[in-house]
């Protein structure tokens, strides 16, 4: 099983600041340039840290918030890409039906690839309903957009032989010649994030990696299971490479430390959800028949209930305890013994996966405690599950 | 469900009433609250209500993308039907369709109605003439929409499937349509000129979607027409006071001499 340490970069600074929304409308003076700049810089300090103790790096963007202030996945990776040798980078990634412009994307991610020698995983995500509105992308034609970037972006990466001419529905470019060209041949691994069995069999369908996030215990052998099935019928070769599950992570060297330690990044479950409910479901993001009960159950509340205890009970994350969250397979938290049991039980429980992305930092865990966190992880745990999922 | 075919495209929609020809394209919501404002009008016209491609359980053919392809197929509509010397009513972003037609032809239009109507940008980049929707609090878009929001804003809960279906589909759609640029055409003010047929303009006193003020400059900007407000009435007068409005549209239609 190959691991990725993961950081939104929070800027928890301003939490205490902040009440209904932790997004989109919140005033950026709220943000001090100079605290900012020490907390990207820790930041990216945990992360060249990954090189020297085998773990591979993951990042991810949001915009208009306090929990997240990476705003663009591309921004550390570029720093990584040089500052680290051996791990790779996945940017997981590129908000691609927000985006404007597929062919800077393109060629982002194929000067990343060449920069980092052929490191760089390129992640395309359709992005939480309140991007939509920092973005001011149409949320009923997203998917649609979605999928004509993807295609965009891929033949541009694998195109080598001059322009050529693209007229689609949202995209226009009449002269498409990407420079330089990607170092990994014919483009670098691809990888979408997924919440539901059906986007899983979208991205079975190409081969693309997925990473199922918050998904837990009780939603996650479903999306799994889509994947495998669409996979096998479409006559992809399946591997547990193409499975990735996120889980929020702090060892200890007791089970008091490693929980002490899961209980501070587990403030990024508890407060990265807080957003405006007018932002929660623009209309066309869902489905209308999704939509229409949203609207029957009075409006806002299409994203509660999606994190449930093992025995199907809602949880609510603002709320949620280390033992719920461990409970919820969203957690793995103790000894380095626990983590394995945990991890162990629920790789079993959903047949298997090959990417574990650790969010090895959240909230307010000090660089400390991160950096005993990722090391102890990696001297005690990381030997003891090279193999599952290889 | 009764049915308007247009060439090839099938939407949800009713044909009521006898007498001239009235064609209303409804806003972006709330679409069942017409009824009594269509019934009253259907004592006097035969009124030709389409539910909007992609709205209710109308089609919406894969290239209808655009504020545009609304217009050419009630154009469309107008010469299939015959509905000759008819009158026009639109209500908020059915009266931005009834702008985007009257720009292209008023060979069928005979009068115009706008109810609170959006589409043009009148205010400078950083000002917001129409009100969004979709980053405002729920309950103040209620206030803003309804002179008497407990009244009109019906309980979701008690709806069927289809029904909340159909609402979801109106409110996609209207996105679809008018997301960005936000509920307006930026170019279509500087043909508002072309808008020939004798219009009325009436808006909600109380309208806190698109304000008085700028029904008022819309007014001001179409060269035939008179503007008046409904009271106690907000975004959709013709659902709050429905025999106010429909008189007001009486009273418009028989004073105008065809010209």
Redesign the interface.
């Known amino acids: 099983m190959k691991v990725w340490h993961f950081s939104e970069m929070a800027y928890h600074p301003a939490w205490p600041e902040l009440r209904d929304s932790y997004r989109v409308?919140i005033p950026s003076r709220l943000f001090d340039p100079k605290v900012g700049a020490d907390l990207y810089h820790r930041y990216l300090d945990e992360w060249a840290l990954c090189d020297e103790l085998g773990i591979n790096i993951m990042t991810n963007e949001h915009h208009a918030t306090a929990t997240c202030a990476d705003s663009v996945c591309t921004i550390p990776m570029a720093i990584l890409a040089r500052e680290t040798k051996k791990v790779r980078l996945l940017a997981l990634g590129m908000p691609i039906g927000n985006r404007n412009d597929p062919i800077r994307v393109a060629e982002e991610y194929s000067m990343l690839d060449v920069i980092s020698r052929g490191r760089i995983e390129m992640g395309f995500v359709k992005g939480v309903p309140f991007e939509i509105?920092p973005a001011?992308?149409?949320?009923?034609?997203l998917v649609e957009r979605f999928w004509e970037a993807h295609d965009l972006i891929l033949k541009a990466m694998t195109s080598h032989d001059g322009p050529f001419n693209w007229e689609g529905t949202h995209f226009h470019y009449r002269s498409v010649n990407v420079w330089p060209r990607p170092w990994q041949q014919p483009y670098p691994p691809v990888w979408m994030p997924v919440g539901s069995p059906g986007s899983a069999m979208e991205a079975a369908e190409r081969g693309m990696t997925i990473g199922v996030l918050n998904t837990g215990w009780v939603r996650t052998p479903a999306i799994f299971e889509a994947y495998r099935k669409k996979a096998a019928e479409v006559g992809r070769p399946m591997t547990p490479q193409r499975l990735a599950y996120m889980a929020l992570i702090g060892v200890g060297n007791t089970r008091e430390e490693g929980e002490r330690r899961a209980d501070q990044i587990l403030d990024y479950s508890r407060t990265s959800g807080i957003v405006?409910?007018?932002?929660m479901n623009?209309?066309?993001y869902a489905s209308?028949?999704?939509?229409?009960?949203a609207?029957?159950?009075?409006?806002?509340g299409f994203r509660a209930g999606r994190i449930q205890s093992r025995d199907g009970r809602p949880i609510d994350p603002r709320r949620m305890t280390v033992a719920e969250a461990i409970d919820a397979g969203l957690c793995f938290a103790g000894t380095p013994d626990d983590i394995f049991g945990q991890l162990r039980a629920f790789y079993d429980h959903v047949g298997g996966f090959g990417h574990l992305l650790m969010m090895g930092q959240g909230g307010l865990l000090s660089h400390e405690d991160t950096v005993a966190n990722l090391t102890l992880f990696s001297e005690e745990v990381l030997p003891r599950i090279g193999d599952l999922g290889a | 469900m009764q049915r308007i075919d247009v060439g090839k495209v099938t939407l949800e929609g009713s044909v009521t009433g006898e007498g001239p020809p009235l064609l209303f394209l409804h806003g972006g919501d709330y679409f069942q609250q017409n009824r009594a404002f269509l019934d009253k009008l259907s004592e006097r016209w035969r009124v030709v209500t389409p539910r909007h491609p992609g709205f209710g359980a109308s089609d919406r053919p894969e290239g209808f993308?655009s504020i545009h392809d609304l217009a050419y197929l009630y154009l469309d509509l107008l010469e299939q039907q015959r509905l000759d010397d008819a009158v026009l009513v639109g209500s908020s972003f059915g009266g931005w369709i009834a702008l985007e037609m009257c720009v292209r032809s008023i060979e069928r239009v005979g009068r115009l109605v706008l109810i609170d109507s959006l589409g043009v940008k009148f205010g400078t980049r950083e000002e917001r003439d129409i009100a969004d929707i979709?980053?405002?609090?729920?309950d103040e878009?209620l206030r803003r929409t309804f002179s008497d929001p407990q009244r009109w804003v019906p309980d979701?809960?008690q709806?069927g499937?289809a029904e909340?279906?159909?609402?979801?589909?109106d409110?996609?759609?209207?996105?679809?349509y008018g997301?960005?640029p936000y509920m307006h055409n930026p170019g279509l003010r500087q043909w508002l000129h072309r808008v020939r047929a004798p219009a009325l303009v009436l808006w909600g006193e109380n309208d806190g979607i698109v304000r008085p003020d700028y029904g008022e400059r819309l007014c001001r900007a179409l060269p035939d027409a008179r503007f008046a407000t409904i009271r106690r009435a907000g975004h959709y007068p013709q659902i709050e006071r429905p025999e106010e409005v429909a008189d007001a549209i009486e009273g418009f239609a028989r004073a105008e001499v065809k010209r």
């Open positions: 409308v509105s001011n992308t149409n949320p009923a034609d405006a409910p007018q932002f623009p209309p066309g209308a028949a999704q939509s229409g009960q609207l029957r159950m009075s409006g806002g | 993308r979709y980053a405002l609090p729920a878009v979701y809960g709806l499937d909340v279906t159909a609402i979801a589909r409110r996609e759609a209207t996105a679809l997301w960005r």
